[in-house]
Nanobody, 118 residues
Framework: EVQLVESGGGLVQPGGSLRLSCAAS????????MAWVRQAPGKGLEWVST????????YYADSVKGRFTISRDSAKNTVYLQMNSLKPEDTAVYYC???????????WGQGTQVTVSS
């Protein structure tokens, strides 16, 4: 079965860094686009970043450009989100998403909490 397990969240001070990991299993990792989506307290879902399966092209929300980097390791079936220069407004639950292609369904992990506070 498809499994996406996020890890790496926690409490960090403003200006600090965290690296989130998403361990994927139960599907052919290399053929799916992967994304990170977050939900801040009291707010809706916000797309953060996507990495395409074939080209490796990356996309970022304007709010995180220059600070976050998405990457994937095909040998480990893992996608990462390196978060630098963190701001309090980055506080959210971060979800790893397997993006549906063609008629396929999207899958979400359970999320990992990131709290940026002094």
């Amino acid at each position: 079965e498809v499994q996406l397990v996020e890890s790496g969240g926690g409490l960090v001070q403003p200006g600090g860094s965290l690296r989130l990991s998403c361990a994927a299993s139960g599907f052919t990792f290399s053929v799916y686009h992967m994304a990170w989506v977050r939900q801040a307290p009291g707010k809706g879902l916000e797309w953060v970043s996507t990495i395409r399966t074939s080209s490796g092209t990356t996309y970022y929300a304007d709010s995180v450009k220059g600070r976050f980097t998405i990457s994937r390791d095909s040998a480990k079936n893992t996608v990462y989100l390196q978060m630098n220069s963190l701001k309090p407004e980055d506080t959210a639950v971060y979800y790893c998403v397997r993006v549906g292609v063609r008629s396929d369904v999207s899958y979400w992990g359970q999320g990992t909490q990131v709290t940026v506070s002094s």
